[in-house]
C-alpha cells in the first residue's frame, strides 16, 4: 500500500509569491492535516481536513489556506510568501477524523525556502 | 491553549547507554501518542497509550503515561546507532477531544556516539 505522497519535495520561491503543496493521502484515508516543521518551533498544526471540509485550523494567518478534493487528496496554499514561512511542510493522513487518537501517517514533506 | 513539554530538548549518549525523554502537558490529556523522526526523514507513528499508568514496551523501548494522564515517557534501554532521531510526544485536550488535532511537543532529539 502506497504511503502518503507529498509534492514537489523541495521549492523554492522568492517574498511576495504564492505557493501551493500537494498531498495524496493513503488510499481508504479520509482525513488529511497539514503541519508547519521549523528548527525552532516543532510541529506546528496548520490545518484538518475531512470529507472536502476543514474541521479544525490551528494558529496561522490566513495567508495560509487549504482544501480537499473528493478523492481526499489535499491542497495547501500560502499566498505572499514571507521568509518566516521557509519551512517544512508535513502532511499526515488518518482513517478517519482524528480526535486526537488516531494513528498519523506523514508525508515525506515539502521543503520551503522563500528568499 | 494546551501546551505540551518535552525535556530535554537534546539528549547526546554514548552506544550502551540508556535514554529518557519526557512529556508534560498543561491538561489532562485522553490519550498521548509518540513519534520518531529520523534526520532528514518524517515522523512515524511508534505508540498510543490510553489508559491512566498505562506501561507499553517495544523492544528496548518502554513508553509509560501518568496516572494523572498529564504527563508520559520514553526510555530506551542500551541505545543503538539506529535509535537516533528526534522524538515527538502528541495528545489532544481532554475539553476539546472533538477538536481532532493532535498537539505536538518541541521534541527530543537523541544523538548516539559509537
Known amino acids: 500500500k502506497a504511503g502518503v505522497t507529498q509534492t514537489p519535495r523541495y521549492l523554492i520561491k522568492t517574498r511576495g509569491q504564492q505557493v501551493t503543496l500537494s498531498c495524496s493521502p493513503i488510499?481508504?484515508?479520509?482525513?488529511v492535516s497539514w503541519y508547519q516543521q521549523t528548527p525552532g518551533q516543532g510541529l506546528q498544526f496548520l490545518f484538518e481536513?475531512?470529507?472536502?471540509?476543514?474541521?479544525n485550523k490551528g494558529n496561522f494567518p490566513g495567508r495560509f489556506s487549504g482544501r480537499q478534493f473528493s478523492n481526499s487528496r489535499s491542497e495547501m496554499n500560502v499566498s505572499t510568501l514571507e521568509l518566516g514561512d521557509s519551512a517544512l511542510y508535513l502532511c499526515?493522513?488518518?482513517?478517519?477524523?482524528?480526535?486526537?487518537?488516531?494513528?498519523?501517517?506523514f508525508g515525506s514533506g515539502t521543503q520551503l525556502s522563500v528568499l | 491553549g494546551q501546551q505540551v513539554m518535552q525535556i530535554p530538548q537534546y539528549q547526546h549518549v554514548q552506544e550502551g547507554e540508556d535514554f529518557t525523554t519526557y512529556c508534560n502537558s498543561s491538561?489532562?490529556?485522553?490519550?498521548i501518542q509518540w513519534y520518531k523522526q529520523r534526520p532528514g526523514g518524517h515522523p512515524v507513528f511508534l505508540i498510543q497509550?490510553?489508559?491512566?499508568?498505562e506501561v507499553k514496551k517495544q523492544k528496548r523501548l518502554t513508553f509509560q503515561f501518568g496516572e494523572a494522564k498529564k504527563n508520559s515517557s520514553l526510555h530506551i534501554t542500551a541505545t543503538q546507532t539506529t535509535d537516533v532521531g528526534t522524538y515527538f510526544c502528541?495528545?489532544?485536550?481532554?475539553?476539546?477531544?472533538?477538536?481532532?488535532?493532535?498537539?505536538f511537543g518541541d521534541g527530543t532529539t537523541l544523538t548516539v556516539k559509537p
Open positions: 497509550l490510553v489508559k491512566s499508568g
Open positions: 499526515a493522513s488518518s482513517r478517519n477524523m482524528g480526535r486526537g487518537n488516531e494513528k498519523l501517517f
Open positions: 488510499s481508504g484515508h479520509r482525513s
Open positions: 481536513y475531512f470529507s472536502e471540509t476543514q474541521r
Open positions: 502528541a495528545g489532544p485536550e481532554t475539553l476539546n477531544t472533538n477538536a481532532g488535532k493532535s498537539t
Open positions: 491538561t489532562t490529556l485522553s490519550n
